[in-house]
């Protein structure tokens, strides 16, 4: 499926950064970049354009994938809140939740109704806070590779800022539900919230998103302009990088309000679909 395939065809000339998701965009059930999305990004990089990431995993859980596809360029983590280059450890970017939101954000996670159904993380220091240890957070943090830490009561971690808090349940229902209410309980001023995956509600500062993130690194930290620029994601976390892109491309496999968005649709991630749109538009 694509639109205005002419036009994407004349601003492919003009793309020098390709910003990609990692989840459900380049990495799907294995948890590993398949060998064709690798060559794909190879033969894109031996055109002379970059490539990096952008992902709402911690930067620790991120790192493999930014040193498989070989980037030189700084690693955007937790939706953008996290930007570092991994060659120089210079953090160029680091928004957080106030600690007075993450408190309120706790308690109403905590009401009787909701507290068995949840998983609670907080993200602080690029370490994984949880009360307990669930199945759900488990298997988390087995895909992540990362080691989660129980506190018993998060209150107790919060002696710094929080950059991400997470609320986890199997029940999207659930999920929905919470992203509706806590939509019209804060602004987009106050708070950024999106969810990465159906079962993933996630909480950054309100300036946080992948397509600030992009847009910093392509002109403040690159020069380039967003014709410069194509991204490629799969989920309502990715729709802001789409946005902003020069040619946004949607997965196969995303939801249809992120496909709506999107200037074309590439196959989903089991078929390889990141390297179908390489091959289409920059090879």
């Given at each position: ?178 992203l509706g209410n806590l939509r019209r309980q804060y602004t987009p001023a106050e708070l950024y919230l999106t969810t990465s995956v159906a079962t993933f509600f996630e909480a950054t500062n309100a300036s946080v998103n992948k397509g600030t993130a992009i847009r910093y690194l392509a002109e403040e930290l690159l020069g380039l302009q967003l014709a410069n620029v194509m991204a490629i994601g799969d989920n309502f976390n990715d729709v802001e990088m789409l946005e902003y892109a020069g040619l946004g ?35």
């Amino acid at each position: 499926m694509q639109k205005a395939s002419t036009d994407n065809q004349a601003a492919a000339k003009d793309i020098k950064l390709l910003v990609l998701d990692i989840d459900g965009t380049i990495a799907g059930h294995s948890n590993t970049i398949s060998e064709p999305v690798k060559q794909a990004i190879v033969a894109a990089q031996a055109r002379g354009i970059q490539v990096a990431i952008a992902t709402g995993r911690m930067y620790r859980s991120a790192l493999r994938f930014h040193q498989d596809i070989g980037s030189t360029l700084p690693l955007m983590a937790y939706q953008g809140a996290w930007i570092q280059d991994p060659l120089t450890q210079k953090i160029y970017r680091h928004w957080v939740v106030s600690r007075e939101i993450a408190h309120q954000l706790l308690d109403y996670f905590e009401q009787p109704e909701l507290r068995s159904l949840l998983s609670v993380h907080f993200y602080i220091n690029d370490q994984l806070y949880v009360r307990e240890l669930t199945k759900e957070t488990k298997i988390y943090a087995e895909r992540s590779g990362i080691i989660a830490i129980p506190v018993g009561d998060l209150r107790q971690a919060l002696t710094n800022e929080p950059t991400k808090i997470l609320a986890l349940s199997d029940d999207t229902d659930v999920i929905d539900k919470l992203l509706g209410n806590l939509r019209r309980q804060y602004t987009p001023a106050e708070l950024y919230l999106t969810t990465s995956v159906a079962t993933f509600f996630e909480a950054t500062n309100a300036s946080v998103n992948k397509g600030t993130a992009i847009r910093y690194l392509a002109e403040e930290l690159l020069g380039l302009q967003l014709a410069n620029v194509m991204a490629i994601g799969d989920n309502f976390n990715d729709v802001e990088m789409l946005e902003y892109a020069g040619l946004g491309v949607a997965m196969g496999n995303a939801p249809s309000g992120v496909q709506a968005i999107a200037q074309w649709v590439a196959p989903s991630v089991e078929e390889n679909g990141a390297a179908v749109a390489i091959e289409k538009f920059l090879l």
